[in-house]
């Protein structure tokens, strides 16, 4: 089956420093989305970026479809940053639909 | 657009008991997904409707749980003989059409005591 690797597991954060997060999969995607999870919250759409770069606010979302890898880059991080943040993928064919989610990063953004 | 709507947001049963989760997708969206959350197994997919049609149930627990989607304003998904391994946060999902992004609701919080 499909497998979504994603890295640091965790991390922590001085506010305004910089983070990458990385997402790293085992099959060609043809949707890819990153989701950001409070605690308790729900997962909230970040990105829907199966290839490309695209922007919003202080993120960025990087996919090279054909290396089977994204990334996410926080700039300027803050405190109300803090939460999970998953990459989930999924491949388009007849019958196949579901996304699959890697475990997550945990980030901690500290004063 | 009020989102993906879940009822309710938590649930207490008893072991052996029966729950039924409600979910509202976004008006116009023809895709509907379950997926359940533990600190364990992480995100997993549970079933997904397209058109109120049940497509592909590849990750629902074969004896206890079901699924439907009688009309496209709501899908419940009914868990039999709940038993404690099955708490968990049960989320839905749904996007425009089928390979388009999704969007979850606020997930439903089993306890089974």
């Known amino acids: 089956g499909q497998q979504v690797q994603q890295s640091p597991a965790s991390l922590v954060l001085q506010e305004g420093e910089n983070a990458e997060l990385q997402c790293n999969f085992s099959?060609?995607?043809?949707?890819l989305q990153w989701f950001y999870q409070h605690p308790g919250g729900r997962l909230v759409s970040l990105f829907y970026?199966?290839?490309g770069t695209k922007h919003t606010g202080r993120l960025t979302s990087t996919t090279v479809t054909n290396e089977r890898r994204s990334s996410l880059h926080i700039s300027s991080s803050q405190t109300t940053d803090s939460g999970t943040y998953f990459c989930a993928i999924d491949r388009a064919s007849s019958s196949f639909s579901k996304l699959v989610f890697g475990q997550g990063t945990s980030l901690s953004v500290v004063p | 657009n009020a989102g993906v709507i879940q009822t309710p947001r938590h649930k207490v049963t008893g072991k052996g008991q029966e729950a039924t989760l409600w979910c509202e997708p976004i008006?116009?969206?023809?895709?509907v997904f379950w997926y359940r959350q533990t600190i364990v197994q992480g995100l997993e997919f549970l079933t997904y409707f397209r058109n109120q049609a049940p497509i592909d149930d590849s990750g629902m627990p074969k004896e206890r749980f079901s699924a439907q989607m009688p009309n496209q304003s709501h899908s419940t998904l009914k868990i039999q003989s709940t038993q404690p391994q099955d708490s968990a946060v049960y989320l839905c999902?749904?996007?425009?059409?089928?390979?388009?992004?999704?969007?979850f609701g606020p997930g439903t919080r089993l306890t089974v005591l």
């Open positions: 999902a749904s996007s425009l059409v089928r390979y388009a992004e999704q969007f």
């Open positions: 008006s116009g969206h023809s895709a």
């Open positions: 099959s060609t995607a043809t949707r």
């Open positions: 970026n199966p290839s």
